[in-house]
């Protein structure tokens, strides 16, 4: 269908501009027309002196006089010129980069010049305005604006998206005949055509919204429709009716007390197991909260039943970590079994049998243990940790062995997401840290001094016993890249800042066997620093750090970089995290000193959500929460107009046969988290 026409055979464009649409995700006409406008603004012609508004973008019409070059002082070149309006007035016009076309202007021709018009030393004048000679798709009318990434500019989105709009026509409509008519919402072919090329602000808005609707109701349809199907087989194989002594001895063998946030959402989890559904629920608690230790309780209430326990983590040194961890929990006649890529084909086979019969209580292992075709006797439990790093396909999996999955996530949750791309799950949070804990003492450093001083502090630590995580940005996703900026930084402390302590480093692009074993040689104490990328585990943890440096620290969201502090303070010890500034930039400084003043991820999640938006805040790349083509999450009452049609639609139709486009769209293969 021609939505799917390839852009690089539809546009005329160079292989610069398909290069970085490509980049963008945007590969087929349909991706461009997908891609809107966040803004719209008037370039309604002004061709009469007192119609000028100052201080403002304006659209002048007018005839472009006595154009010239000059030199300045410094040697770069101006363009200036004049131009003479309708009722004879005259602007001064400049060019602080003289645009190509006008080499080739005849002096009086008429032109629209699109730029801010401002008073300069008592005179009116435009500054670098854009230059068009006819009135065009830019000019006299209401134009997009959409998010740039050169070369990719709105002026060329503009010409290239009107060239497209004959194919909107062939958008499918996927929102019921009922919603459009209750919402008086436009068709979706008129919708498209509106955002990018608006007849009236009005009716702009109205595309915007009936888009952003369109939007979240699709996600609501997805996500509901699984947990109706969920619920609808009705079937908990797994079901454990609660029994509070037990759980009792379990809590007094621990070495500590739980909190009560984690208490809470143990007896959550161990309530869902008597429901006549397998339980699904999210347990959100911020680096430290002591998630893993409930994921433990839980698990022992499913043993005790007979059942198997899953606990799936995304990394190998995680899943080593809950090992061990599990180890030390359950008693020796739990069978806890540890299956990850690393393990030898030949025990693989043995654990993979040992699962099948039942003899194995508790497997512990990386996501992949899913697509491996591991086969359980009865799993009755999934763990699954830090979860924004599981697909829907792998959950699926799950949903079929109608396991009981319970999903951890440090990740702050604002209500908007709970309402859309977790809508499908019960949510549990642990808001309390255990007692003790010392706030991680945390300094931006973005001079010299400090930052000397800052590594007399470090040599002090390590003169103390303490370690030191240093965390370089992943520049560019190319394995080169990454490699690279680590090798420069290892290289940089190792010899030149700290060249008596023993430094090693760790990326992305290792064998996992050769970052095991980093990790493993970090934790017994055998060298002092850690220079490693942003790209490794949360979870792991290193007692003796106390110290995190973040190179670069401006180019993360607030709640990454709260992530990041959390490997260290993981105890009783007074633990310091320095934030590094590349750039000099006052406003990154400022963003980045929320780090000093607030402790929780939460709070920090909010200021990122204001200051950057939900891309930030989730890193929309490694998260897998979809990056919002028109919707505004923060637009609570679309996001619950949606979710309450979903649920109507899905109520009335739950295989949505009388709905084969909305249908076609949700069963399509397009995962977006
Ligand atoms: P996260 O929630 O980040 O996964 P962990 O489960 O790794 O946190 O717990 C962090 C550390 O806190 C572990 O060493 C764990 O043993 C400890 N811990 C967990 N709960 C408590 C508690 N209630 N009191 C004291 N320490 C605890
Ligand atoms: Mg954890």
Redesign the pocket.
Known sequence: MSLNFLLKNVLRTTSAHVKKLDGLGLSTVRELLEYFPRKIESTDLVGNFLEIRLGEKNTLSGKLCDFRKEKTPRGKMLGRAALVLDDGATIDVIWFQIPYILRNLRDESRVFLVGKVDRNFGKIQISNPEVHLDKNVHVGRLRAIYPESPPITSKWLREKIAGLLMFVKDFPEILPEEILAEKNFLKKPAAVKQIHHPDSGEIWYAAKKRLAFEEVFEIQVRVLREKFFREQAAKNPFRVKFDPEPVKKDLKKLP????TA?KKTLFQILKDFELDRPAHRLVQ?????????VAFLAGAAQIRAGNQVAILAPTEILAQQHFA?ALKFFDEETRVELLTGSVPAKKKEEIKKNLRTGQIQILIGTHAILTENTVFKNLGLAVV?EQHRFGVRQRAILAENHAHVVA?T?TPIPRTLALTVYGDQDISV?DEL???RKKIITRVVADEKTITLCNRFIDDQIEKKRQIFWVCPLIDESDKIEAKNVHDEYDRIAQIVFPKRNVEFLHGKMKPKEKNAVMQRFKNREFDILVSTSVIEV?V?IPDATVMVIENSERFGLSQLHQFR?RIG??EMQSYCFLMVGKKDDAQKTRLQSMEKFHSGHKLSEIDLELRGMGELYGVRQSGIPDFKCADLSDVETLQSARDWAVKILKEDLSLEKFPALRKKVDSDETFF
């Open positions: 500590f007390e739980l909190t984690q608690g911020d680096v430290g909260s002591g998630k893993t230790v961890g940790d951890m440090a642990i255990p007692p003790g979870g943890d959390g993981r105890n």
